[in-house]
């Protein structure tokens, strides 16, 4: 039997926030907003717990072979639709419609080479927890049978991969038409014939020696593009830099936004998002890596993913390894609560199957044989355990921050 104190968790994932913001304090009760709307907000927040929780107890850690690049904070809202291809200032409206929207991971900060099995039980826990928030623990428990279905049919190559559900057919649909003029609008405005981004929740001021530093960063990724990504030097002209609000897990950390020329006047400029990334959550599980953590991020993305986001890169920063990547327009997520009934099954396996196959395609060392119904098993009952915990942990943690 496996026993742990919710209190104790709740009071270690509060000294870790502390931590992880204690250069950004204000940002500690925007994390705690975060963590307290539900448990599954709170499993997406405290992944370097997960991880802690799973090496005081091995036997959440235990499960069937197979190895390779992993997420390391598979969710299920670490998956989103994203436009593919090669980013160019040529680019036109009947070229761009052509350009894919994939629906798939869209989140490596935590990626490293370990145990497929770490994701697949963390995918698990929060498909749980996100079934208990709409559903009974019945439908729940099956859809979780699907998933693990999918995972093991893309994994190992033995089934056709799922058609793609409604709700992921609806979600791209509805961002294709998206423009670059709509995101420019939501994050910025035009201030002397040139766009700014717009302070306040979302973007903060960065100081000015911190501005100029980032703006050197940025060169040096726009520097090491691959040759296949490289767009005209002017493209990449910084127009404004500020602080950038957003993440969960990841609050707290440096994390800049830089507008650049782009395809040039107000409406053609490009966003991008330049994070800090730091050592993944389950390195004590795992192998550690070789690489420094921006390039260790892209190249997990590169090796998993069949299409992977525009212009994905990496830089320094005051010190710090940084991931860089485009924001498009079509970046969204799908609502899990706004699923119908019918298509969370369909959905649960799908994201089972995205996972096995990006496993598949970053695998160092693959299992003969493919996981047998009762390791899926097993992989479940340790995913409800998992679940229980952070039931219990949310509500200690909930307690703690009201007093």
């Known amino acids: 039997m496996i026993l742990v104190d919710p209190v104790r968790l709740a009071r270690r994932q509060i000294e870790l926030d502390r931590e992880r913001t204690a250069r950004f304090p204000h940002l500690f009760a925007h994390k705690v907003g975060r963590m307290v709307a539900s448990p599954l907000a709170l499993l997406r927040g405290s992944a370097p717990l997960f ?48 350009e894919p929207i994939v629906f798939d991971l869209n989140d490596f900060d935590d990626s490293v080479v370990g145990p497929w099995r770490l994701d697949v039980v963390r995918l698990t826990t929060s498909l749980l927890l996100a079934g208990r928030e709409v559903g009974d623990g019945t439908a729940a428990l099956a859809q979780c ?156 993305l590169r090796a998993c993913l069949a299409r992977h986001p525009r212009m994905i890169g990496s830089t320094r920063l005051r010190g710090e390894s940084m991931f860089v990547r485009r924001l498009a327009p079509q970046e969204d997520k799908i609502d899990v609560s706004s699923i119908s009934p019918d298509d969370r099954t369909p959905f649960a396996r799908y994201l089972g199957a995205l996972l096995g196959a990006a496993h598949r395609r970053g695998a160092t060392r693959a299992p003969k044989t493919p996981w047998n119904n009762k390791q899926c098993t097993r992989l479940v009952h340790r995913a409800v355990a998992l679940a229980g915990i952070h039931e219990a942990m949310y509500l200690a943690y909930c307690d703690l921050v009201r007093r």
């Open 51 to 98: 991880y802690e929780l799973l090496e005081r107890h091995p036997a959440l850690a235990e499960g069937p072979p197979g190895e390779g690049w992993i997420v390391g904070d598979a969710h299920v809202e670490n998956f989103g639709a994203y436009r593919a291809g090669t980013l160019t200032v040529r680019e036109t409206s009947r070229s761009h419609a052509k």
């Open 145 to 300: 049978d699907a998933l693990l279905e999918g995972y093991v049919g893309a994994a190992f190559g033995t089934k056709r991969a799922p058609p793609q559900p409604r709700c992921v057919d609806a979600l791209i649909e509805k961002v294709r038409t998206r423009t670059r003029k709509q995101l420019l609008d939501a994050r910025t405005r035009v201030v002397n014939g040139q766009r700014r981004f717009v302070l306040g929740p979302r973007y903060e001021p960065l100081p000015p020696k911190l501005r100029a530093k980032a703006e050197r960063s940025f060169q040096k990724y726009a520097g090491r593009l691959l040759k296949g990504e490289r767009v005209p030097t002017e493209a990449l002209e910084v127009l404004d830099a500020a602080f950038r609000v957003a993440g969960t897990g990841s609050l707290g950390g440096l994390r800049v936004a830089v507008l650049v020329r782009g395809k040039g006047g107000v409406d053609g400029g490009w966003v991008f998002d330049v994070k800090a990334e730091g050592a993944p959550s389950a390195l004590k599980l795992a192998c550690e890596p070789e690489l420094d953590p921006g390039n260790r991020v892209c190249t997990a």
